[in-house]
């Protein structure tokens, strides 16, 4: 697939991993980092797994500060207060 298809793969690497990391999924910054590398060569990979690693976190903290905000609002009332 990665000959075939090479943007279509690398988009589909990215939008695993960042979803693992927005999710916080355990070894979703480690293991994909390193398969990037892999698959695609250092400086690709590298290039790649940045690129998935920056959407992923952001995504995190979207969904935390508009999607769950009530529901971490309530679970951590007395450390906000």
């Known amino acids: 697939l990665w000959n ?3 943007a279509a793969f ?3 690497f990215v939008a695993l991993q960042a979803t693992a990391l ?3 999924l355990p070894g979703a910054v480690l293991v994909p ?14 290039a790649v797994a940045l690129s998935a690693i920056t959407l992923g976190h952001s995504l995190g ?6 999607v769950f905000r009530d529901l971490l609002a ?3 009332r007395d450390q906000i207060d």
């Open 4 to 6: 075939a298809h090479p």
């Open 10 to 12: 690398v988009a589909g």
């Open 22 to 24: 927005a999710l916080c």
């Open 33 to 46: 980092t390193l398969a990037a590398g892999a698959i695609f060569g250092p400086a690709i990979g590298g």
């Open 61 to 66: 903290f979207l969904l935390a500060r508009h």
């Open 74 to 76: 309530k679970r951590f």
